[in-house]
């Protein structure tokens, strides 16, 4: 998925060529203003606030999570504590990474699935957990798809299986989803990816990975995502849920925020003009 | 009543013909393979799933066992794919509540499927899809669709991003094509005959990895599912991951 | 002669606080003949007597498959069931289809029920006239629900609904110690027959061609048994007859019960498929005529 949630859902330029953005901009000719319904309903074309990348990945007994308190309007830095990584019920973390005002009405949806989850399930024991939310959002994303008004996001779910394994998996406003031991939306899928990678070449290698391990690895991606992505922040959420030492048959889930990028390095900077430097 | 889009670029609009709305595709790659043969049949696919360049994912089976000794896949744009079969599913399940629990023959399920995807003519499902099974004489079928619904019944078929690689080959390897009896001269053509499964899975196999070695998307996994009259079972299979 | 102001429809309440439609709508359960659903640690069984029409005629549907977790029998009006197992199994597919999980079993009697209340509350609208015992096998184990038209469930070790069902929950009582203990199907499908068993009129006995079996539970999808395949299970009984009817007719209390047996028929009349016709009359039999013959 390319980085840029500009760009995505839009038609490959290789096939028709340099998409125009004016025309999605168009407004209604002066004169037809009063027949406004005979003007062809409009969908989102674009994002307006965006949250870049969310990564995560699977450890020994859990997952981890992390993604940054940015929201961009276009390149305007316009908010910086926007929370992307929902809670859902005790055990499930979204992560959402698009638009942000699709990222809220995500919220609503999720916060109204709880509810009524709670409202069923009056004797207990019948949780909803991570696989169930993400078939229920991938419905939604893929029905909005399907009605060319697509909720503007990609969306990575953690969690546990029902058999208590940990459970990662994405879905885009495409409603694509696909699932993998370390996972990341927009830029992240190029600059994290490799690392979190490197980490757990194959699928099943993450029971080999401890939660120090994975914690070091969400860090270095996002110090490397703040270098190089220009909508990336150095302040960022981190998810971390495990099955519990003491009691395996429970899970303890921390969300730590307002985190900020450690150990960087702008030594190089000094010789590049246009960092600051004094001299040239 | 004839209201426009317009802007001040308006005579752009109208000479540069270029696709302009949210665009509800995307091309997920993969490559799938079905082959039937005198009682069995077999549909395989890789196990990778990219967007662009990237890899999505190493391991995101696409060839399904759904139900009844019925083997599906529908390759090409991922949510579609899943939405079908999905739904597909669903629909075998209503059958055999309306029907007491009666199997649905590899021909009904293949009728069936043909309107599942012309129902969205004028948004099609954008896949290649196929299915693969017993037919009622316990023959091998495999079922081959366009995105719109043209279905036709095959010995074999490629679907997919590597497609056009692994069709000819196949045209070749099972189906005999350009092949004479020798010392004809190119006069008589080699004789048909079914193969066994031990020769279809060592085609699937050389399939699979020469359209690896030859096409970004394909790679990671092989993923092999086999009907006989015994059931379904499945058969995994590295492939390069470069 | 007496008339009943209060009946005409289930908005209005007797100055006694009843709905008398309601209660015809629970006659009707009695009208149908029985079914009988046990639960032990890992499994839920259901049974059910079929009865037919006429001799040319087939059997009546009692069991009906919901989902592969879960399944439902019946007593009274089975147009009705009908919708109603319907209307679950649009309920499961989509919780697999939407949550990709099984839907549970207490979600599913729920969803019912809601559906059954409305028809309590509003006026032109009939109750359901048939009581389901809902089996399912879900996260939290396996359950067993009765549900009524009034729009009550319950969860179960045992229940019995419909004809003379009061015998069967009895030989339940008496039993569930070890029916709760019991770990092989076997034996909770016996015990399910033999409740069932005591349900029966003099004349009649359980064959295969009258008895449905089901079973759900662990690792073991929701399966019915009919005609030949029941056999199996009938074989591994002692008798196939009510060994406590000989000799003692049951008076039983249908003229107390004349005016809501009546009303039930009509209903039962009116949607062309009523499972009380051909047999011997279906009245509730007091529980103390039969307990004093039990063993």
């Known amino acids: 998925m390319n980085h840029n949630p500009l760009q995505w859902g839009r038609p490959s330029n290789d096939t028709y060529g340099q998409y125009n953005h004016n025309i999605a901009n168009a407004s209604v000719r002066e004169a037809d203003h009063q027949s406004l319904d005979s003007f062809p309903k409009m969908n989102t074309q674009q994002p307006i606030i965006t949250g870049t990348s969310v990564i995560a990945l699977k450890f020994k007994d859990g997952i981890i999570m992390a993604a940054d308190n940015l929201g961009s309007y276009g390149s305007l830095l316009r908010f910086n504590n926007i929370e992307r990584l929902i809670k859902v019920g005790s055990e499930t973390i979204v992560g959402v990474s698009g638009d942000i005002s699709d990222l809220q009405q ?30 229920y959002l991938s419905r939604v994303l893929y029905n909005r798809r399907s009605k060319m008004n697509p909720l503007w996001n990609a969306i990575i779910v953690g969690g546990f299986n029902d058999d208590k394994t940990p459970f990662l998996r994405y879905i885009d406003l495409l409603g694509v989803t696909y699932g993998s031991s370390t996972l990341a939306t927009g830029f992240g899928s190029h600059l994290a990816i490799p690392l979190l990678r490197q980490l757990i070449p194959y699928d099943v290698d993450y029971v080999k990975v401890t939660e120090e391990e994975a914690r070091k690895a969400v860090e270095n991606s996002m110090r490397v995502l703040f270098y190089r992505d220009a909508r990336a922040a150095d302040k960022y959420s981190v998810v971390t849920i495990k099955k519990s030492e003491d009691d395996p048959s429970s899970y303890t889930f921390t969300h730590e925020k307002d985190l900020r990028v450690q150990n960087q390095s702008w030594k190089f900077a000094k010789d590049i003009r246009g960092y600051g430097s004094k001299q040239q | 009543m004839n209201a426009t889009v317009a802007s001040e670029y308006s005579s752009e609009v109208h000479s540069v013909p270029i696709e302009h709305r949210f665009n509800p595709y995307s091309d997920n790659g993969g490559t799938v393979l079905g082959i039937a043969g005198e009682d069995f049949a077999v549909l395989a696919g890789d196990t990778r799933q990219v967007e662009g360049y990237s890899i999505n994912s190493r391991y995101e089976p696409k060839v399904f066992n759904v139900g009844d000794d019925i083997v599906m896949t529908a390759n090409g744009f991922a949510a579609d794919g899943a939405a079908l079969i999905d739904r597909f599913r669903n629909q075998l399940k209503w059958y055999k509540f309306d029907h007491g ?26 896949v290649s899809t196929l299915i693969a099974g017993l037919d009622d004489e316990g023959k091998g079928a495999v079922y081959s669709y366009d995105p719109v619904g043209s279905y036709e019944r095959e010995q074999c078929r490629a679907g997919g991003a590597a497609a056009s690689l692994i069709m000819p080959f196949l045209d070749n390897q099972v189906n005999f094509k350009n092949q004479f009896q020798p010392g004809t001269d190119g006069k008589e053509k080699r004789e048909l005959r079914y193969l066994t499964l031990d020769e279809v899975l060592e085609l699937v196999k050389d399939a699979f990895s020469s359209a690896t070695e030859r096409h970004i998307q394909v790679g990671d996994g092989l993923e092999i599912l086999i009907v006989t009259k015994e059931g379904v079972r499945t058969e995994y299979y590295p492939l390069k991951r470069d | 002669m007496f008339r009943n102001n209060y009946d005409n429809d289930s908005v209005t309440y007797s100055p006694t606080g009843r709905l008398f439609q309601v209660e015809y709508a629970l006659e009707a359960i009695k009208q149908g003949s029985a079914a009988v659903g046990l639960v032990s640690k890992s499994h839920v069984v259901l049974v059910a007597l079929k009865r037919n029409a006429e001799e040319l005629g087939s059997y009546q549907k ?11 029998a019946l007593a009274g009006l089975a147009p009705d069931a009908r919708v109603l197992s319907n209307y679950l199994r649009k309920q499961a597919m989509s919780s697999k289809m939407i949550f990709n999980r099984p839907l549970s079993t207490s979600k599913a009697v729920l969803s019912i029920a809601d559906k059954a209340q409305e028809n309590t509350q509003s006026y032109g609208s009939r109750p359901y006239g048939v009581g389901l015992l809902v089996a399912g096998y879900d996260e ?19 229940a019995a609904i419909g004809a003379r069902s009061q015998a069967a929950r009895t030989y339940l009582e008496r039993n569930l110690d070890i029916i709760r203990e019991s770990d092989s199907v076997e034996s909770l499908i016996v015990h399910g027959l033999n409740a069932l068993r005591d349900t029966l009129s003099q004349d009649v006995e359980l064959t295969f061609k009258n008895t449905s079996v089901a079973v759900v539970g662990k690792e073991a999808e929701f399966t019915t048994y009919d005609d030949e395949s029941v056999q199996q299970w009938l074989d591994k009984l002692d008798s196939v007859s009510n060994a406590r009817n000989r000799g003692d007719d049951d ?6 019960d004349a005016d809501a047996t009546e009303a039930a028929e009509g209903d039962a009349e009116g949607a062309g498929t009523t499972e009380s016709s051909g047999d011997a009359p279906a009245t509730e039999t007091a529980p103390e005529d039969r307990m004093e013959t039990d063993e």
């Open chain 3, 251 to 256: 008076a039983g209390d249908a003229d107390a």
């Open chain 3, 62 to 72: 009692k069991i009906i498959k919901v989902d592969d977790h879960m399944g439902i």
């Open chain 1, 106 to 135: 995500i919220e609503r949806i999720l916060d109204e699935l709880e509810t009524t989850e709670e409202v069923y399930d009056n004797d207990g024991g019948h949780n909803l957990r991570a696989p169930h939310v993400h078939e």
């Open chain 2, 101 to 126: 629990g009666k199997k649905l023959s590899i021909r009904s399920a293949a009728r069936y499927i043909q309107h599942l995807l012309y129902g969205k003519r004028f948004f099609p499902y954008y």
């Open chain 3, 140 to 158: 939290t184990g396996a359950h067993l629900y009765e549900f009524q038209p009034s729009g009550s469930v319950l969860e179960y070790f045992g």
